[in-house]
């Protein structure tokens, strides 16, 4: 990659990640080119020649957005940790992504915008859903999850879960008590009321 290419790369990450960091706080629809290109320190122009149009650099940011999450929860999956912790750490994962996104960004994507809904769910069918599948097959074969319990109802019960934790956790102001809350559920999770080391 030659110098002109590096910085033009370098100019389309900056892009995205201004972009991003607004769409998640204040919703796609609330956002414009101008804000965009002042918070990336490049002129309008410069988004306009790089993406084409608003429509198309959101679609660019939700795709970058998506491959990202794929990469880090693949690293949790490969990590050397053990397959439990590895799902502790998927619900922590999946808690810090829906803190960040702001109600009116995840509407745009899932509901408002054909085209972003079909690539959210084409994405989420042949990239992360074989990777889910492989994972939890192999928690089975391990025997860490029952054999009785679906993918399906697995991955129904972690958004459950990360949902509710979020939704209570952000009225609680101290850090530590809000990592103590988290970390005593997901315990609950996996071992129930009276804990692993009771029969």
């Known amino acids: 990659m030659n110098g002109f290419e590096r910085r033009r790369q370098q100019k389309m990450e900056q892009i995205r990640h201004a972009a991003l960091s607004l769409?998640?706080?204040f919703g796609v629809q609330k956002v414009n080119i101008q804000e965009?290109?002042?918070k990336a320190n490049v002129s309008q122009v410069t988004i306009y020649n790089y993406f084409g149009s608003k429509d198309e650099l959101v679609f660019d940011v939700i795709e970058y957005l998506y491959e990202q999450q794929l990469k880090e929860l693949n690293e949790i999956i490969k990590s050397d940790m053990?397959?439990?912790?590895k799902v502790e750490q998927m619900i922590h994962f999946k808690m810090s992504n829906t803190k960040k996104f702001s109600p009116e960004f995840l509407k745009a994507i899932l509901i408002e915008n054909p085209r972003l809904s079909k690539f959210s769910r084409e994405f989420t069918e042949k990239?992360?859903?074989p990777v889910l599948?492989?994972?939890f097959?192999?928690?089975k074969k391990e025997g860490a999850i029952s054999q009785d319990?679906?993918?399906e109802t697995m991955i129904l019960f972690l958004n459950i879960l990360s949902e509710g934790l979020k939704n209570y956790t952000e009225y609680l102001i101290d850090s530590e008590q809000k990592n103590r809350f988290t970390n005593e559920i997901i315990h609950m999770f996996f071992y129930g009321i009276v804990g692993k080391n009771e029969k």
Do not use: V
């Open 82 to 85: 053990p397959f439990l912790k």
């Open 133 to 135: 599948t492989d994972f």
């Open 36 to 38: 965009i290109a002042k």
């Open 127 to 129: 990239k992360m859903m």
């Open 23 to 25: 769409f998640t706080q």
């Open 149 to 151: 319990i679906s993918l």
């Open 137 to 139: 097959e192999t928690g």
